[in-house]
């Protein structure tokens, strides 16, 4: 670290004492547009090939070339899939020229072939890609649009080194590189944006936002000095479009489709406006642009889902006389579920020679209305007994009904501005995210206590999905089986987030003797809010007077059906509970309910999870780029300083109270980030890159705020931890790029990350002895967020990307997508060593094949996501494992006319479940079906 330190410092000092003697050297702008469309290419080439100095266009295809010298210089503007040009420029007569070049595609044939295809617009990303001074992949819109992905995490799953978790079917939170969920960065605009996610985590669910409301994603795997260093994982960035040319564009998506789970229908519309005005001899597609873009996405899944958890000590086994891991309970979840997805942006953005100010505003609004039956087996009774593997007497089994509602909605307002002056170029911003969570949770709970429990089939308990029923007479199918209405539960919370952030950025051009440079500085201030409230009330009926018989309770809320085909036609539910009986039922009886006897551990439960923190970030940081012949080196050092403050409550128990004593606390640190980058181009379309960066993850708010989450019910003893620490990491990635001139790349490489410190949940499932504190918590399961001692992380990652337009006849219309990632990691914990690090699947990868032939496009594509610890206990066999999962999409589409297509999607064909198992893959631990979707639709465009 400290060589690294002074050699950046040296660096530094060396091109201040060459900017001081820097000769006279001049500068050219233009804009590089489509010869036919007219709208601008962003990432095209612009090269002196003479001085191996070269720049590429920005978002808006506009370039600025420094550091060309006296005389004529032949320039080469150059992008994938077009046809080169070649200028001849003579400075500095030439030096106040405004280029315009226009570049035509390098096949006309084939581009009208895909005007509708596979790689419409991913030429455009590819050569952003390959321009980028740092190791990032770039997906466009047009790309995304190609997948049957309709939120964010979805189409992330689709790069190499992206591991992806689901919820209700969805792609929801995403790790990178085999490194836990919240060491990743979720931006927009390149601002983090604030979570409210129900556990706490910093990285925010991606399926809140539409992926068709982005321009593309980027994602950096090597951060450069003037990005936040709290990425170890690497950052994602959510780019929002731009209007691009000065016809009106339009583009309309009209749909629906069916998931097969559900029986019932979902419902797609998307429309997207865009249009530049006042252009002049600068802005030749205009000075102002103005975009709008709203979408809607109304879904109705359903989820089978069966959850089991396994006793962390054996437990006696009666008739064959010794001592086994056995489950502590068995629950079979039917899960409806009603999504409602919105998204907008607004982007205008005024340009005049010199200057430039963007502001947009973003708004992601989710909103889930679920119904979830479960039914229930507890083995952990107290006199719970063991009689055989696949036998148990005194025993309970419940049936209950969550009627469980979350909306989030989420705001960006985005305002920047750069502004250059002769070599100098300044670049501010201003950014505000504000995100809100609302959760209401109505839940009843009915039970039958002492039953004699089997599992009948062959392998007992141990059988992927057990058979559990009571022994006969008793009926699980039966509404009068369950004689206790044992617990009514109200739930609700609220956390609000904010992201405050103001900064700036200057830069300098300059010479170091032939060599073209640019010196960076800037700095940022960042203050980060986040909220917690919550109300828990567990009700028990007051009843002297005997006007209802809870024993019949279930039997007035029972439903007449149940579901069909159970867990794929495995297991048979027998009656949910019905939301409407139920619903009449409690409102009919509402009077009688009071506070129950155990109300104090609701009281505690909503102290402990009720907090506010914030935290403040300031950073500075110091960039030099220099281009030496063929070799691009980037050195930079960044500094940042958190100051994190918490309030909370201390929540202790006397007999039946609970006192809560508002408390308050917090921590601060500061880290150097030093990083270098290197980028050698054998030639224009070859690329060698080396990385070294260090960074760091910051720990979750609610992990270190002093909370107890005790739940007696649910057996469950959760901690906070004040003294958790910032994980620290040193990454080295090696990057080789080929990239192919109609539109294709391979590349392959290498990772490597070094980390102290990281961060994980230890899990405890069954205390053997009551926690300090916490009496009557053995057989309790434990969990809190610890610093494990280190870990490592490194891998290999491909990536191929090809049209095969050298086959013959309608076979030129194939393309082929590949990517493959293997990762590999050491962790060691106060209770293991050798251990893999949380999050990390070993392998993970996708492949496509797509056939564009005239107006007709296909896509089938195959994800596969590996299996990866999800959580850490202290014995690997208590470890939960999340195993791995194939699923395959196809994609169809027809263009009826120049504005109009046809499409359908199919998704999750194979109707591939989610697994976990507890330490080995005899302990289920989930077992998750989610069904196939269809969608078919209509798409225009303008």
Request: glycine residues 8%.
């Amino acid at each position: 670290m400290k060589r690294l330190l002074l050699f950046i410092v040296t660096t530094f000092c060396l091109l201040v004492a060459g900017m001081s003697a820097q000769a006279q050297t001049y500068e050219i702008q233009g804009t590089i547009i489509d010869a036919d469309t007219q709208e601008p290419l962003p990432g095209a080439a612009v090269y002196d090939q003479a001085n191996y100095n070269g720049t590429a266009t920005d978002l808006e295809g506009h370039f600025r070339l420094t550091g060309l010298k006296s005389g004529k210089t032949v320039l080469t503007f150059s992008y994938l899939g077009y046809k080169t040009e070649e200028k001849t420029v003579n400075m500095p007569a030439d030096h106040h020229q405004v280029m315009r070049i226009r570049l035509s595609p390098a096949d006309k044939v084939l581009a009208e072939v895909i005007v509708v295809g596979s790689f419409e617009g991913q030429q455009r990303a590819l050569n952003q890609q390959r321009a980028a001074d740092n190791i990032k992949n770039v997906v466009s819109a047009d790309l995304i649009g190609k997948f049957p992905d309709k939120n964010v995490a979805e189409a992330l799953q689709r790069l190499p080194g992206i591991n992806i978790a689901r919820d209700k079917g969805e792609g929801s939170t995403v790790s990178i590189r085999g490194t836990p969920q919240h060491f990743t960065n979720i931006s927009i605009n390149g601002e983090q944006l604030a979570s409210v996610q129900q556990s706490g985590t910093r990285t925010e669910s991606l399926d809140l936002i539409p992926a068709d409301q982005l321009g593309s994603i980027e994602i950096t795997k090597a951060l450069t000095a003037d990005m936040d260093g709290d990425a170890v994982g690497g950052n994602i960035n959510l780019r929002t479009p731009t209007a691009r040319s000065d016809k009106l564009r339009v583009k309309g998506d009209l749909g629906m489709g069916f998931n097969d789970l559900s029986g019932k229908l979902n419902y797609i519309g998307k429309l997207q406006l865009s249009r530049r005005f006042f252009p002049d001899a600068n802005t030749s597609q205009g000075r102002f642009g103005v975009l709008v873009s709203g979408s809607y996405y109304g879904n109705n899944n359903s989820e089978d889902r069966m959850d089991a958890s396994w006793s962390g000590i054996k437990k006696p086994v009666e008739m064959v006389n010794e001592r086994l891991i056995m489950p502590e309970d068995f629950q079979f979840r039917k899960t409806e579920n009603k999504r409602t997805r919105v998204g907008t942006t607004v982007t205008l953005d005024y340009k005049v020679k010199h200057h430039e100010i963007v502001f947009n505003y973003m708004y992601n609004y989710r909103k889930d209305d679920d119904v979830r039956n479960r039914l229930r087996f507890d083995f952990n009774r107290s006199g719970s007994e063991w009689i055989t593997h696949d036998s148990l007497r005194r025993g309970r089994i419940r049936r209950d009904i969550n009627l469980w509602k979350e909306i989030k909605s989420n705001h960006n307002f985005n305002l920047e501005g750069t502004h250059r002056f002769g070599r100098w170029t300044l670049d501010w911003g201003t950014f505000y995210t504000v995100s809100k969570r609302d959760h209401t949770s109505t839940r009843g709970d009915f039970a039958r206590n002492d039953v004699t429990i089997v599992a009948d089939n062959p392998r007992g308990v141990l059988a992927e999905v057990p058979q559990f029923r009571p022994i006969v007479p008793l009926n699980i199918k039966n509404p009068l089986l369950f004689d206790n209405f044992r617990r009514y539960e109200e739930d609700m919370g609220t956390t609000d987030a904010s992201n405050l952030v103001g900064k700036f950025n200057l830069q300098k051009n300059y010479m170091l003797k032939d060599y073209a440079g640019v010196f960076k500085f800037g700095g940022k201030v960042r203050s980060v809010t986040n909220d917690k409230f919550r109300n828990n009330r567990v009700l028990s009926f007051f009843d002297p007077n005997q006007e209802v018989n809870l024993a019949e309770a279930f039997a007035h809320v029972a439903g007449n059906t149940e579901p069909k085909e159970f867990l794929n036609g495995r297991y048979a539910f027998g009656p949910r509970v019905d939301k409407e009986k139920f619903t009449r039922y409690m409102a009919a009886h509402r009077r009688l309910l009071t506070e129950s006897d155990d109300s104090w551990d609701a009281e505690r439960l909503s102290k402990n999870d009720t907090y506010n923190a914030k935290e403040n970030v300031y950073a500075a940081y110091l960039i030099n780029r220099i281009q030496i012949k063929k070799i691009l080196l980037i050195t930079g050092v960044r500094y940042e300083y958190n100051d994190v403050n918490y309030s909370a409550f201390d929540v202790k128990r006397s007999g039946t109270k609970i006192v809560a004593t508002p408390i308050s606390g917090g921590t601060n640190y500061g880290f150097l980030l030093p990083s270098v980058h290197v980028k050698y181009s054998l030639d224009e379309l070859t690329n060698f890159r080396f990385a070294y960066t260090h960074s760091y993850a910051k720990p979750n708010f609610v992990d270190i705020v002093p909370f107890i989450n005790y739940d007696a019910d649910a057996a469950r003893l959760f901690i906070g931890n004040t003294n958790l620490k910032p994980s620290l990491s040193n990454n080295i990635d090696l990057m080789f790029e080929k990239y192919n001139r109609s539109g294709g790349v391979v590349s392959a490489g290498l990772f490597y990350k070094n980390m102290n410190r990281f961060q994980f949940t230890r899990i405890i499932p069954s205390l053997i002895e009551d926690y300090p504190g916490f009496p009557q918590t053995a057989g309790f399961e434990f969990r809190q967020e610890q610093n494990g001692e280190r870990a490592t992380v490194y891998g290999f990652e491909f990536n191929f990307m090809r049209k095969l337009n050298f086959l013959p006849g309608a076979m030129k219309g194939l393309s082929a997508y590949l990517n493959y990632t293997f990762t590999g990691s050491d962790a060691s914990t106060q209770d293991r060593s050798n251990m893999r690090l949380p999050g990390q699947a070993m392998h993970t990868g996708n492949a496509s094949l797509s056939w564009d032939y005239k107006g007709f496009s296909s896509k089938a594509s195959l994800n596969y996501n590996g299996s990866y610890i999800h959580s850490v206990a202290s014995n690997e066999n208590d470890d939960i494992i999340q195993d791995d999962r194939f699923q395959l999409d196809l994609n169809l589409s027809q263009q009826i006319t120049k504005k109009i297509s046809l499409y359908a999607e199919f998704v999750n064909i194979t109707n591939s479940p989610a697994r976990q198992y507890q330490g080995n893959n005899r302990q289920i631990s989930r077992l998750a079906y989610f069904g196939w979707w269809t969608r078919f639709g209509i798409t225009y465009r303008l």
